[in-house]
């Protein structure tokens, strides 16, 4: 099977009917670390560095409030460490033991979240980690056959071996990655650094604000000196079923992918999951916006015209399934946020991704949606993209 074959609705049905009746109790895990309201943010980044979790429940007498990432922890510079964590609180959506695992992995991707509560009213029971979700690939034959430039992410952006680690901290918050892969001078992968490696070199005790998380890494640590060497990579042509074993085996979130020892793009859990999600049933184009805030969330109604302009467009000519855009923001210079929107764009049984960075949402947005189109009016005489060339 490829990833044109989700177009076929019976060979659809089938494949999530599968995926769907595997239990969220055969995946979940019943072990996992929790904080209350009331600990300091050092407590909270000093569990984190303890368990590897990125995204943490937070539990008050008992009962479920939401969770605390680091992800958010990193963009409160000016925040003591001994500040309450309440202030930095979540609100992830919850799942339940009865929940469809499709719309489970929907649900990650429209959050961009690592782990999710599973609830009983207000307790916690259990958590939903995109690790073990991914696992389910390996028991699906339609899936397991997949290959992996049909669902990687290219291009990939990466540092040298010799950029400092405050090069990787600002495209990791600016981009909002989790992982990024260091090459030498040939483009050969050398190893990758992830929030992992930041925050075992990066919290310290005497440090008093986030803003100093950032300053530590201002001297002069390289990327060669944290990244994890013994990163393993995967070729451009294997079935992603290899890609979850090295993922699931090795606790990694993501795989350089590589041909001929040059780096391509890479593969995450997250493509996995965008895989998994997008054999959900849905009466329409599903569409999903993440990484706003909620003022930013009242601006963008002319976003979802201009999306339904280019869809009416492009459905003259092939059959969109899925559109997913992402918002990160960082502070350029002189207190504005400059945003970068990525997108990905599955249409036709192939994946198209396209970014782009300004420093007004909305015209960026609309900028990245005509970019969307363009690239698809053309796909017929063109070879945009690396799956393209490769089949």
Not at 166 to 182: G, K, N
Not at 217 to 234: D, F, L, P, W
Not at 299 to 320: L, N
């Amino acid at each position: 099977m490829a990833v044109k074959d989700l177009e076929d609705l019976k060979k659809l049905s089938m494949l999530r009917s599968q995926i769907d009746g595997i239990s969220v109790e055969r995946i979940m895990s019943e072990s996992f670390p929790v904080v209350s309201s009331d600990d300091r943010i050092s407590d909270v980044l000093a569990v984190m560095k303890d368990t590897r979790y990125q995204d943490v429940p937070v539990v008050d007498a008992g009962e479920y409030v939401g969770m605390v990432s680091y992800s958010s922890i990193l963009r409160k510079k000016s925040v003591s460490l001994d500040t309450k964590v309440k202030g930095l609180v979540r609100n992830f959506p919850s799942v339940t033991q009865n929940m469809e695992i499709t719309k489970i992995a929907e649900i990650i991707i429209s959050n961009n979240c690592r782990q999710l509560p599973i609830l009983n009213g207000k307790k916690i029971i259990g958590i939903i980690e995109r690790n073990r979700l991914i696992e389910i690939v390996r028991d699906i034959r339609a899936l397991k056959e997949i290959k992996v430039w049909e669902v990687m992410s290219n291009p990939v952006e990466s540092v040298k071996v010799n950029d400092l680690m405050d090069d990787a901290l600002e495209l990791m918050i600016r981009q909002d990655y989790r992982t990024v892969p260091v090459v030498n001078e040939r483009n050969e992968v050398t190893g990758i650094v992830g929030m992992r490696e930041i925050i075992d070199n990066n919290w310290k005790k005497e440090n008093k604000t986030i803003g100093d998380l950032e300053k530590s890494s201002r001297s002069q640590i390289t990327v060669e000196s944290i990244a994890t060497t013994s990163a393993c990579v995967i070729e451009w042509d294997d079935d992603i079923s290899s890609a979850v074993d090295l993922m699931v085996d090795n606790k990694f979130s993501s795989l350089p992918v590589v041909e001929n020892k040059s780096l391509v793009g890479i593969i995450t859990e997250f493509d996995i999951l965008e895989l998994i999600s997008a054999c959900r049933e849905r009466d329409m184009l599903f569409v999903q916006i993440s990484g706003l805030d909620e003022n930013e969330k009242n601006m963008i109604e002319p976003v979802y015209a201009d999306i339904e302009t280019m869809i009416s467009k492009i459905s003259k000519m092939y059959k969109p399934e899925s559109l997913t855009m992402h918002v990160s923001r960082y502070n350029d210079s002189g207190g504005n946020y400059k945003y970068s929107i990525s997108a990905r764009f599955f249409v036709n049984g192939t994946a198209i991704m396209c970014k782009e960075i300004g420093w007004d949402l909305v015209s960026t947005c609309s900028s990245l949606i005509k970019k969307l189109e363009d690239t698809v009016i053309n796909m017929k005489d063109s070879k945009v993209t690396f799956r393209r060339r490769k089949k």
